[in-house]
């Protein structure tokens, strides 16, 4: 069965650090360009972060400097780092990834293959 599942998401106080996993089931994420989107309530859903094949990063300017993704083949497992944290980082992030092609991150939404069910992440007091 191929699938993507998100652990790590949570409660935390404003200033505070998540770290979210993405574990793979059937696919070989070394080979894939995997993305961190996040939607909050009422809002658009937006890509806070991108890692290429090559470990090429991207990340959104509402983000940069704060998160950090990551990948580790060995466990195939990729991850976001989520530090200094803020309410309007406040959503729900899914882990999405497909092959690379030689692309990098350079793909629409719509052209992600495979979508983990997404976890809940809350910055608030």
């Known amino acids: 069965q191929l699938q993507l599942v998100e652990s790590g998401g949570g409660l935390v106080q404003p200033g505070g650090s998540l770290r979210l996993s993405c574990t793979a089931s059937?696919?070989?994420?070394?080979?894939?360009?995997i993305a961190w989107f996040r939607q909050a309530p009422g809002k658009a859903r937006e890509r806070a972060s991108c890692?290429?094949?090559?470990?090429?990063?991207t990340y959104s300017d509402s983000v940069k400097g704060r998160f950090t993704i990551s990948r580790d083949s060995a466990k195939n497992t990729a991850y976001l780092q989520m530090d200094s944290l803020k309410p309007e980082d406040t959503g729900i992030y899914y882990c999405?990834?497909?092959?690379?092609?030689?692309?990098?991150?350079?793909?629409?939404?719509?052209?992600?293959?495979?979508w983990g069910q997404g976890t809940q992440v809350t910055v608030s007091r």
């Open positions: 059937g696919i070989i994420l070394g080979a894939h360009t």
């Open positions: 890692i290429s094949s090559n470990n090429y990063t």
């Open positions: 999405t990834s497909r092959s690379d092609e030689d692309l990098g991150c350079a793909f629409r939404p719509n052209e992600f293959s495979y």
